[in-house]
């Protein structure tokens, strides 16, 4: 069975979805509004609209990023798109040639490997800790790179609550990679799904976009996690040459977002409807984290390991070694759970005994029941 | 000014807009029912979908289609897509490699040109008059590209309703295209937004999609004219192989087309609202292409020629020899009308003396001046 299968199955505890848990989901508020202004606004939200968005709706979401403290300088630094993964596309798809190297962290978003491979670009992994990249690692990488003539383009990074770990990174780590950047001239993309889910700390960790000081990030984010997936919209904030290639590229592709994905957006932003999905998305987002990391430590064979998510929606669990989580995974859904075995994360195929579970998704319940279910699998693949 | 900024600039008479005329939409209904659903289905609305489309969205409009006279053998031909625009980019971009060959229509669709172009494929352009592509000088080309062992891949045209011409295929070529497809193993695509919009007579023009019993036909169509440009969702009839790899496509790009608008439009469909504005649309448009018609006889210089169109949004007029259509667009726009330059359809950089008119878009009033303006400008422009 194949990840999109896997993705898309009709699986009881269905762990590997990349779905939000929909909890947060303020439906009969959206129902409400889209009610007053589709008749308030006729013509305007059912016609097209121009491919990077109508500009009082980027108006409105420019503010709502500023608010929250991503530095925008200008009007035309920001876009709209028809969603996170398409911003990805289109803006791997603009930069990067065949045989040019990109930075990811490993592991990573498997959507971002795959977009990278489909350009037949290349992959540089570096390894991650609890404090996000390791910057030291990622420099000497990058030096050796450089040494053997390779064509470092850019850094794919989730710098807070990263897929699929939920690590956040530090500040320190934060600024230095920005020295590095600067230093050779790379580009660096910050997609930001999940930064609005950060569980111990009211802090806001400092976006790279908004330390950035020479228009190198590519900042973006998506409206999937902070009101809805269904509408397929997403933002990107970066300079004007880069926003027009991706223009460019919306026209020929889709011509724009969704208008009326668009639209309530704008209205759920006015009507504080955004904020309260938000607020609501990490109080219980955070509870079925702790659920998860109980559950962990109830089921989980003697010798896993995991990082405690900070953020986010995802845990990335290792079982000891020796443990294939793929060889696992038809005997785990054959028993009603799906994850996604970990060597989907990672460009250089390692990762065989680790898993990304969602703990957004299932309710409290069958997180539980799905961790004992994988705890007990894990035990019995061990014995043979 | 190039096309893309003519197309969304604020121009007082904008007859270059791909723009559906907006009376027919139907926006206190889609208010409606959009209001009842989203209360009423909740989390499904709002969550992800599969890459295309949900199963019963897919049901509703597979019956749609046949009840309008598509053949679907299988419920797995069809996929729903983010749009028209996008079905062209999928298909072309899983079917065509660098140097293959693709017939089309000359003139043709200003957004297909550029994506085969963007694809680095090459056009095999084909005249058309009154009754359609013409299907003898297309196999006489093919011969020829064959005997000069150019790869031939696909045709790609609008056989109802043609853009930017308005003319409709007739039966007898539809059939001998069918032959030609099957005798040189080529593939078409049948792109169809306007094929619901046919003004004189009320018979439906039997789809190349329908004559097809080799599998070779890619059917296209777009919710963006029979019921909002807004919801950015089309639909694709084809076999499985190629519905399989745009799937993949969707998948990587866009993970899915908006849910919402998905369901917006299986509520229209069983609400009746489609073919409410597809049967309003019709009347509307037809009248505004007997006020075009009227208004061109009256206002464009001596030796201008045009297809009265059978139907669609658009028409082609071609101004008398000499006339430059693209240098005569400043001098339009200063005096507040907008209209696209004929070259912009034709791959080989012809047409210099023809543009293409939107008369679905503008009020009465309005196409009646803008006609009248372009009339008087290209006038000017021969005296000199």
Do not use: C
Request: glycine letters at 8%; hydrophobic letters at 40%; charged letters at 25%.
């Amino acid at each position: 069975m194949d990840i999109y299968e896997t993705l898309t199955s009709d699986i009881k505890i269905n762990m590997a979805f990349g779905y939000p848990g929909p909890e947060p989901f303020q439906h009969k508020k959206i129902s409400e509004l889209s009610h007053k202004f589709i008749n308030q606004e006729g013509e305007a939200v059912l016609q097209y609209s121009p491919a990077t968005g109508l500009s009082y709706v980027k108006e409105t979401v420019k503010n709502f990023l500023i608010n929250k403290g991503i530095k925008i300088n200008d009007e035309e630094e920001l876009i709209l798109t028809p969603g996170g993964t398409s911003s990805i596309y289109y803006t791997f798809f603009s930069l990067l040639n065949n045989k040019d190297f990109i930075i990811t962290e490993s592991p990573t978003f498997v959507g971002a490997l795959n977009t990278i491979r489909f350009i037949k670009a290349n992959i540089l992994p570096i390894d991650i800790d609890i404090d996000g990249i390791n910057v030291y690692a990622l420099e000497e990488k990058l030096k050796q790179a450089i040494e053997n003539r390779k064509k470092v383009k850019a850094i794919y990074l989730n710098p807070t609550a990263h897929n699929p770990t939920g690590v956040i990174m530090s500040d320190e780590r934060r600024k230095h990679l920005i020295e590095i950047a600067n230093k050779y001239d790379l580009l660096i993309i910050e997609d930001d799904p999940y930064g609005f889910f950060v569980f111990d700390t009211d802090k806001r960790f400092t976006s790279l976009k908004t330390l950035d000081t020479e228009g190198r990030v590519i900042y973006m984010g998506t409206f999937s996690k902070i009101l809805a997936p269904g509408l397929r919209l997403g933002y990107i904030v970066a300079n004007k040459a880069i926003t027009d290639a991706i223009e460019s590229l919306i026209t020929m592709t889709a011509i724009n977002p969704s208008t009326l994905s668009q639209f309530i957006a704008m209205y759920a932003i006015k009507e504080g409807v955004v904020d309260e999905t938000i607020e609501n998305a990490r109080k219980v987002y955070r509870k079925k984290r702790d659920v998860l990391i109980e559950a962990l430590e109830e089921y989980m064979p003697k010798g896993s390991e995991w990082y405690k998510p900070k953020g986010g929606l995802f845990a990335f669990v290792y079982l000891p070694k020796g443990v294939d989580t793929t060889e696992m995974l038809p005997t785990a859904i054959n028993k009603g759970v799906a994850y996604v075995p970990g060597r989907n994360f990672f460009a250089d195929g390692s990762g065989g005994n680790a898993m990304r579970i969602n703990f957004s998704y299932p309710s409290i319940d069958k997180l539980r029941e799905g961790i004992k279910i994988i705890g007990e699998t894990a035990k019995e693949m061990m014995k043979h």
